[in-house]
């Protein structure tokens, strides 16, 4: 373990310790935030969270946490509207989707929404999966698609502030893409393998606590993609 390890677990923990704090109050407050602000709140925690996650990516790849031309701070700044994105679509498949099953299987549509709402159940499980995997499937490849067009606009414009602010090529980006890994990668194995699963875990949380968790998620599919690309290099 290198020196830049130690210091990023040690960052790491000190974030989370107040969460396992309970007399400091720290978790109610966020809880708090949460509910009051949650777009602001998923700005930053994407920003953080999902930025660390390439950051160990990168870590894997490479064997450093930063390089020339990565561009965290660009990389943050993406994150964090990704964030408000995810966030907001969180919302819209969370309200919709048990008026499709309630439609479908000729049910109440309250009732759909009671079972989701309640305690843990199979009904909840089936409610939370299918909200899971209409979600991945309509929204996630579009900004996954999106977020790399993105990740090499920075990379192209040398990972500065002012790059990020200039017009996208988008024609040039999406001409070039590595389409194999996209597709054959990112999204026909990493959304139903990982993203069906974990983010009906997601949905089984508590409401001011599921954007924290998919962004806690990001940094688990950095890691999960930096192997992958190590194993088809090799």
């Given at each position: 373990m290198k020196k830049q390890d130690l210091i990023l677990i040690v960052c790491v923990a000190i974030v989370?310790?107040?969460?396992?704090?309970?007399?400091?109050?720290?978790?109610?407050?966020?809880?708090?935030?949460?509910?009051?602000?949650?777009?602001?709140?998923?700005?930053?925690?994407?920003?953080?969270?999902?930025?660390?996650?390439?950051?160990?990516?990168?870590?894997?790849?490479?064997?450093?946490?930063?390089?020339?031309?990565?561009?965290?701070?660009?990389?943050?700044?993406?994150?964090?509207?990704?964030?408000?994105?995810?966030?907001?679509?969180?919302?819209?498949?969370?309200?919709g989707i048990p008026v499709v099953i309630a439609t479908i299987a000729n049910l109440d549509v309250q009732a759909v929404r009671d079972v989701f709402a309640g305690d843990l159940s199979w009904g909840k499980v089936g409610v939370a999966f299918a909200v899971s995997v209409a979600m991945n499937s309509i929204f996630a490849p579009v900004m996954m698609t999106f977020?790399?067009?993105t990740d090499t606009h920075i990379l192209q414009n040398g990972g500065t502030v002012s790059g990020l602010l200039k017009p996208?090529?988008?024609?040039?980006?999406?001409?070039?893409?590595?389409w194999d890994t996209q597709w054959n990668l990112v999204i026909k194995k990493t959304?139903?393998?990982?993203?069906?699963?974990?983010?009906?875990?997601?949905?089984?949380?508590?409401?001011?606590?599921?954007?924290?968790?998919?962004a806690i998620l990001g940094v688990a599919l950095g890691v999960i993609l930096a192997l992958a690309n190590n194993t088809k290099k090799k």
């Open positions: 989370l310790a107040p969460f396992f704090i309970p007399s400091t109050g720290f978790l109610a407050g966020f809880e708090d935030l949460t509910k009051n602000y949650p777009f602001v709140m998923a700005f930053f925690k994407f920003a953080i969270l999902a930025t660390v996650g390439e950051m160990i990516g990168l870590r894997i790849r490479k064997g450093v946490y930063n390089e020339k031309g990565f561009g965290i701070v660009p990389r943050m700044m993406v994150w964090g509207f990704l964030g408000m994105g995810i966030a907001m679509a969180m919302m819209i498949f969370k309200t977020h790399k067009c996208m090529k988008m024609r040039q980006i999406i001409t070039h893409l590595d959304i139903p393998l990982f993203w069906f699963p974990a983010h009906t875990i997601t949905f089984l949380l508590p409401g001011t606590m599921q954007v924290l968790f998919a």
